[in-house]
């Protein structure tokens, strides 16, 4: 790659690090399904070790640790959103036992069979579903759990309009019934699985970026590089509304025996 096209590279990073950074989630999710998906987990107590993948600036981690207790490492490749993230711990008194740290999910740093709990919202996709699940897969504990979200398709066939901008953005978009198969062949008991309802996207996810993006828009005016990324934005945020009836984000929890 040569400057000229790191240094775009590095200017839309660092673009989209601040447009993510002005919103509390950065994937659809909610407090309520934050607490659904950890009602399916037992046994966690305080020394329990648990880490949240792709953790961002953390809105979901904060929710876990007000429900469940155990020591949790949050891990994020963007150093902007792990500054946030450590700043939300501490603004919650939480920082004694929630520590955002930077690195990637391709190599986690952690003892082998030392996770009582693996969390991943909205982020395996970065290593792809089945990969992310084999590769974490000895961090866990026996009888350790994982609980990640991924988009998933809810029907065998759908319109091709939204066929094709997901196969472009996310191949590995699959069916339930083959997200659970693949969770199953990757060393874990599918324990439960249960589709994120649609205040998730809407209300979680979409509702504050529409002031998010108008700031944005005002801060680059002129911008082209901001201009297309917001216009992208719309776009997803527009397709969701059309075809939610055909996809969405389910959440899956495995067990390792
Ligand atoms: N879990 C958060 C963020 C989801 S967005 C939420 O639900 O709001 C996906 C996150 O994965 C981003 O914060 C992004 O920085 C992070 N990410 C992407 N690639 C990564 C990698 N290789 N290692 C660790 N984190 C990564």
Not at 112 to 119: A, M, T, V
Not at 202 to 210: I, K, R, S
């Amino acid at each position: 790659m040569n400057e000229e096209h790191s240094s775009i590279h590095d200017f839309n990073f660092d673009l989209i690090c601040e447009y993510y950074s002005a919103i509390d989630r950065q994937g659809p999710g909610s407090p309520e399904v934050t607490i659904k998906a950890l009602s399916f987990i037992d046994n966690l107590h305080s020394e329990s070790r648990i880490a949240d993948i792709g953790c961002g600036t953390g809105g979901q981690t904060m929710v876990l640790a007000q429900n469940s207790p155990g020591i949790i490492t949050g891990l994020d490749l963007f150093p902007a959103f792990i500054d946030l993230f450590n700043q939300n711990a501490q603004k919650f008194g939480l920082s004694h036992r929630v520590k955002g740290e930077i690195g990637s999910m391709e190599s986690l740093p952690f003892e082998k069979e030392s996770l009582d709990l693996i969390w991943s919202e909205g982020a395996i996709y970065n290593l792809g579903f089945e990969r992310g699940l084999r590769e974490w897969l000895p961090f866990i504990k026996t009888g350790g759990f994982i609980a990640v979200s991924e988009a998933s398709w809810f029907t065998n066939e759908r319109p091709a309009e939204i066929n094709d901008f997901w196969v472009d953005a996310y191949p590995q978009i699959d069916t339930i019934p083959n997200k659970v198969r693949q969770l199953q062949e990757s060393g874990y008991i599918p324990v439960a699985n249960f589709i994120l309802p649609e205040n998730c996207w809407l209300d979680h996810y979409y509702a504050p970026q529409v002031k998010a993006q108008e700031d944005f828009l005002r801060k680059y005016k002129g911008n082209q590089t901001a201009e297309a990324f917001i216009e992208n934005e719309r776009r997803e945020a527009q397709l969701y509304r059309r075809y939610k009836d055909f996809y969405g984000y389910v959440f899956y929890i495995g067990k390792k025996i």
